[in-house]
């Protein structure tokens, strides 16, 4: 398997006042073979979306790098970043906000085929018909306006938006958080679809653990700007060494009733640090129910406790 993407020590700091920094990526490694998803999770803030936008080139970093078949992204000569942005698209959470109302589908969707000069107005009519049937939708679709679908339609539009100029990779910025429970498998079951069909690779943004394990093969765990846990999804969800993952993993529901009763829940206490204002030693050992003296005043470095998995804490340690 071949590294498609790899992210080295990737900072994106926000200038928030004129010496303060909000620190929304912080030293965050991790990589992604080819055809795979990485799913990468944690609460609201953490600094998922950053991250995403830094590696598709939409922010400039403040340091690290991003490698694309093994080369460095912010070494790309112009043609190369222009080869790259088409390369690697974005599905955005809100498929309300993401689709010009006054916009038709096929104007929605031909957007990148124009942009990128591919194809003339007669194959990209075509085409985007292909991509409505691709993604579940029909033709008939292709002249009516985002207010005339649901939710999950609409993210549908934005899937074979992203779709249209044969990206190899796809950051999907929690494309199921905004939609019905209901729809919410549906588009996760047609982006794995795709993902075989067109041979995709995912960074899959969620901020629980519940949709993730059925389209990861591997999950990083965000908390902070830092990646606290990483490993293969059947591991990191049987085998969770991270006292933060435990906790995010306690809250997702499991449907068998007698264990769902059994089942101790972990609560977590307080509330997420300012990330201008990151505490002392480990990130988390603010809200750590078993932190000792050494967390709170040494930051523990991402280490491999088993193959492949990662964490960063110092418990047993
Ligand atoms: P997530 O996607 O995990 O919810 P984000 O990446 O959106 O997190 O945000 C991470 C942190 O960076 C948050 O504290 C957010 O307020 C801050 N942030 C995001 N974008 C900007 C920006 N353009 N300017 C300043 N701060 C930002
Ligand atoms: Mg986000």
């Known amino acids: 398997m071949s590294k498609l993407i790899e992210v080295k020590n990737l900072k994106k700091h926000f200038k928030v006042g004129r010496n303060l920094y909000l620190k929304a990526v912080d030293d ?74 006054r916009m038709t589908v096929e104007t929605i969707i031909a957007e990148g085929l124009r942009v990128h000069n591919m194809m003339n107005t007669k194959d990209a009519r075509s085409k985007v018909h292909e991509l409505l049937e691709m993604v579940g939708l029909n033709r008939e679709h292709a002249n009516r306006f985002p207010h005339e679908f649901s939710g999950g339609q609409r993210q549908r539009i934005g899937i074979a938006r992203s779709l249209a100029v044969d990206p190899k990779f796809i950051v999907c910025d929690e494309p199921i958080s905004a939609l019905d429970v209901s729809i919410q498998a549906q588009i996760v079951n047609l982006l794995i679809k795709l993902q075989s069909e067109l041979d995709l690779t995912y960074l899959f943004i969620a901020h629980d653990l519940s949709m993730v394990k059925h389209i990861s093969d591997r999950v990083g765990v965000m908390y902070l700007g830092s990646i606290v846990e990483i490993a293969k999804c059947d591991e990191l969800y049987s085998k969770p060494q991270h006292p933060y993952t435990k906790a995010l993993l306690s809250a997702v529901p499991i449907p068998d009733p007698e264990v769902e009763e059994n089942r101790k829940r972990i609560m977590l206490q307080g509330d997420v640090p300012s990330p201008i204002n990151v505490p002392k030693g480990c990130k988390f050992s603010g809200r750590c129910t078993i932190a000792k003296d050494k967390c709170f005043e040494e930051v523990p470095v991402l280490r491999e406790v088993d193959k492949d998995h990662f964490v960063s804490c110092f418990i047993d340690q």
């Not at 690290?64 to 070494?75: F, T």
């Open 28 to 101: 965050v490694s991790f990589y992604i073979n080819k055809g795979e998803t990485l799913g990468l999770v944690g609460e609201s803030g953490c600094g998922k979306t950053t991250c995403g936008r830094t590696i598709l080139n939409l922010y400039d970093p403040t340091g690290g790098e991003v490698l694309y078949h093994g080369r460095n992204i912010y070494d790309f000569a112009r043609n190369e970043m222009k080869s790259y942005r088409k390369d690697c698209q974005i599905i955005f959470q809100d498929p309300y906000s993401s689709l010009n109302p």
